[in-house]
């Protein structure tokens, strides 16, 4: 049982708005920032997000995090089709001195 | 151009150990905390294992303490981890990443490698 609580599915029609969330506690997202990662079938995991909202440079800005309490989401505008991947949130736990992961969520892009 | 690169998976017999080394390129690895992170198959992540710049920090999670070992070498450039008393539960990609240059905490992993399959299996 992962630490992170993420929703196991999300989809969408190409141009749609998806949102993806992730639930955590004081110990982690209430305290820490919050990363994002993609993982396309096959690949490495990608960083997409990191200190909940700022994105590499190289990921475009149809995606965007935040943060609110113990909870993070991630959105992504003008869903594409090769945004169909699993998603990943990320913080660092001061409980446990180490990372947790969401269990991920699988986007399928309709 | 920066990368990571993992090598030493395999097929393991149950109880044995395995030894998997991370070579990186093109950054000033001795600045950066690295970690270990694996995904069984058609799972999600699981980090494993940080180790601070210095190699004189090392943290594990609770899943594989006391079976982990993870070390590095400055100065040729490498991350190592030894999983011992190995199990199926381990089968899975392993993955080294790079974290920050300040806390732990403080940094996503912003580079990772392609991973290397562990199979554990009689």
């Known amino acids: 049982q992962s630490e992170l609580t993420q929703p196991p599915s999300a989809s969408g029609t190409p141009g749609q708005r998806v949102t993806i969330s992730c639930s955590g506690g004081?110990?982690?997202?209430?305290?820490?920032?919050v990363n994002w990662y993609n993982q396309l079938p096959g690949m490495a995991p990608k960083l997409l997000i990191y200190s909940n909202s700022q994105r590499p440079s190289a990921v475009p800005d149809r995606f965007s995090g935040s943060k609110s309490g113990t909870s993070a989401s991630l959105a992504i505008t003008g869903l594409q089709s090769e945004d169909e991947a699993d998603y990943y949130c990320a913080a660092w736990d001061d409980s446990l001195s180490g990372w947790v992961f969401g269990g991920g969520t699988k986007l399928t892009v309709l | 151009q920066v990368q990571l690169v993992e090598s030493g998976g395999g097929l393991v017999k149950p109880g044995g150990s395995l030894r998997l080394s991370c070579a990186a390129s093109?950054?000033?690895?001795?600045?950066?905390?690295m970690s270990w992170i694996r995904q069984a198959p058609g799972k999600g992540l699981e980090w494993l294992s940080y180790i601070s710049p210095s190699g004189t920090t090392i943290f594990y999670a609770d899943s594989v303490k006391g079976r982990l070992t993870v070390s590095r070498d400055n100065a040729n450039n490498s991350l190592f981890l030894h999983l011992d008393s190995l199990r199926a539960g381990d089968t899975a990609v392993y993955y080294c990443a790079r974290g920050g240059i300040a806390v732990p905490g403080a940094a996503a992993f912003d580079i990772w490698g392609q991973g290397t399959m562990v199979t554990v299996s009689s």
């Open positions: 004081s110990s982690n997202i209430g305290t820490n920032t």
């Open positions: 093109s950054f000033n690895f001795k600045a950066y905390y």
